[in-house]
């Protein structure tokens, strides 16, 4: 078995020998108990969503009530929302006759019933703004396995919800999550584009960061030893247990690439305790850093839960909720409830190398086309399509939990347009808009996705010169290459070359055949790595170099694996690359 490199590297993990069974008493209802009178209850439609059946009508939401501080006559009703994989999610509806409704998710181990939310949910009622309050899939009373990690599966279960409320006329004014769920909504955001405001409550930036303070110091030895870990509270009663693919799961879940990739037109508040005993604050101002639409509010001398700071909290969101407009109206920057501290917070944002990223670029220079394809296995993929008037284009291939709209992939599609070359960038099945499970490894059916994005742009007259891929995608492009024969010209940058399992394992014995029969591959591929990257090392990059007999290695010196600081010298090596790639094989080698 690999070992997990360290909770600074996020490594690719294979996958483990099953764990033995563990028995585990229930320590919440995973099966709702049965509704009262009145309640909703909503059955999954054949579009994954959740709609009404066998419930007391509900009052139509006023459309345009007005906002006060006056009491508001609450109707709660409890509500069941099945999510994409037939789990029934229970949820609490607060109705105060406004159809402006806010969501709260809750955090790590928590439930819908966790006083800071009750809390935020008797401050947004009062002042007559709607709120459904939920539990995650495997948390509460909602059905399904409790999973450490399952930031992706909680995101979608989110959309579940809010795809619901929208189906019932409300208007869904903002997400908001506390602690992991800070991250659920982070990340929720990246992926859909449904909600314009979005408000983390002290979510944690570094998810590499704060494992082994919860679960035990060796945990990760420990994990990578067993393949799993069973957590304990001080009586010695297992809480939950957190497998080795679990574990991956968070390590993999890049936050910095996720912010990068929320739009401008997003909204996005943070409020963090500086006294934060467990997400430090300097988390809140990374998230500050990298979103393009964001303020920061520090309540001085609060802890995680804001045990002593309810009301300032409260307070921080209702204003958000209720005078969104106010927002877009005043630049980015950061609140203080201490302002002695906000010329010294913004001096430090302020640092060359801190600085803020820019605003995710938007491709609208040119014509763009909303395109779906269908998989080999009937799901529909959705992607974007930017001609330049040739029929020349490159496709680009998102990374690990990423999208067609992570903030690298727009930047690369940005810099190639510009040199006239059109570009497709999609999402693989199960991720983004795509249609289809999300599923942990997944590179050759991901090849296959590739494939059919690619036989339906050769059916619409399009020459693809190359295929480029970011992370895992740069995995599943070169996979791509050793099993099918259509593409010349391969761009992998930072993809992760397994060291100790060899790249049959990694990428398939199609590729090590064709290495070992023909001596190399016969297609242009080229690799871009970060000297920096803390993700995948670069010592991969070389690995790669080492078996692919007709490959270039471009090495960015400094650059880490999003490139943060070093989107231009990424762009100039691909454009490069691509643009380039009309030599021939034979001038490729001499050069």
């Not at 579009?47 to 009491?71: D, F, I, K, T, Y």
């Not at 508001?72 to 607060?94: D, F, M, S, W, Y």
């Not at 001080?234 to 799961?249: A, D």
């Not at 060899?502 to 990428?507: A, D, Q, S």
Request: hydrophobic residues 35%.
């Amino acid at each position: 078995m690999q070992p997990l490199v360290s909770t600074s590297a996020a490594a690719a993990a294979i996958p483990s020998p099953p764990p033995p069974a563990l028995t585990l008493p229930p320590p919440r209802r995973r099966i709702p108990p049965p509704l009262t009178a009145g309640a909703l209850l909503c059955n999954r439609t054949g579009s994954g969503h959740a709609s009404p059946r066998g419930r007391r009508p509900l009052p139509p939401p006023a459309m345009s009530h007005p906002l006060s501080s006056e009491p508001h006559a609450l109707e709660q009703r409890a509500v069941v929302v099945t999510n994409k994989h037939g789990e029934k999610l229970v949820g609490v509806l607060h109705h105060t006759g406004s159809s402006k409704i806010v969501v709260l998710c809750h955090g790590f181990i928590s439930t819908k019933n966790d006083s800071l939310i009750l809390d935020l949910m008797a401050a947004l009622t009062k002042k007559g703004i709607s709120v459904f309050r939920f539990d995650f899939s495997g948390n509460g009373e909602s059905e399904g396995e409790f999973e450490y990690g399952n930031y992706r599966k909680e995101a979608d279960d989110l959309h579940s919800v809010v795809s619901y409320l929208c189906k019932e006329k409300y208007d869904v004014t903002a997400i908001v999550g506390h602690s992991k769920g800070g991250d659920v909504v982070t990340l929720y955001a990246s992926i859909y584009d449904d909600v314009r405001l979005v408000i983390n409550v002290s979510g944690r930036f570094d998810l590499e960061k704060g494992i082994e303070e919860r679960i035990g110091e060796g945990s990760i030895d420990r994990i990578n030893k067993e393949g799993y870990l069973d957590v304990k509270d001080k009586s010695g009663n297992v809480q939950y247990r957190v497998t080795k693919e679990s574990l991956m799961e968070r390590l993999n879940t890049d936050i910095r690439a996720v912010s990068m990739s929320i739009t401008k037109e997003c909204r996005f508040f943070t409020v963090h305790g500086s006294a934060d005993e467990t997400i430090p604050v300097e988390d809140a101002y990374e998230f500050a850093k990298h979103i393009p639409n964001h303020k920061l509010q520090v309540i001085e001398g609060a802890n995680h839960n804001y045990t002593a700071h309810r009301e300032e909290l409260a307070d921080a969101v209702i204003r958000r909720s209720l005078f969104p407009p106010l927002f877009a109206a005043a630049p980015p920057g950061i609140l203080r409830s201490n302002p002695e501290h906000a010329t010294a917070a913004a001096a430090a944002i302020r640092q060359p190398w801190r600085s803020r990223s820019p605003p995710l670029p938007r491709v609208h220079r040119f014509p763009e086309e909303r395109v779906v394809v269908t998989n080999k296995h009937g799901e529909k993929l959705v992607g974007l399509l930017q001609h330049m008037g040739s029929n020349k284009i490159v496709v680009i291939c998102h990374g690990f939990t990423a999208s067609k709209n992570d903030s690298i992939i727009v930047d690369l599609a940005n810099a190639l347009t510009k040199k006239g070359v059109g570009i497709f960038r999609f999402d693989f099945s199960g991720n983004g808009e795509s249609e289809g499970e999300f599923q942990y490894g997944n590179y050759r059916k991901e090849a296959d996705d590739l494939h059919s994005v690619i036989s339906h742009l050769n059916q619409e007259k399009y020459d693809v010169k190359a295929i480029v891929g970011h992370s895992k995608g740069g995995d599943v492009v070169v996979l791509y290459a050793s099993i099918y024969d259509d593409v010349r010209t391969v761009v992998n940058l930072s993809g992760r070359f397994h060291l100790e399992k060899g790249i049959e394992e990694r990428l398939g014995k199609e590729f090590m055949n064709i290495i070992d029969k023909e001596g190399y591959i016969d297609v242009k591929t080229n690799s871009v790595h970060g000297s920096a990257d803390e993700i995948i090392p670069v010592e991969d990059a070389y690995e790669f170099a080492k078996h692919i007999p007709n490959h270039k290695l471009h090495v960015i010196e400094g650059a880490n694996h999003c490139y943060t600081a070093h989107r231009k010298e990424l762009s100039d090596a691909v454009v490069d690359f691509i643009t380039s790639s009309e030599l021939t094989l034979q001038s490729h080698n001499r050069s």
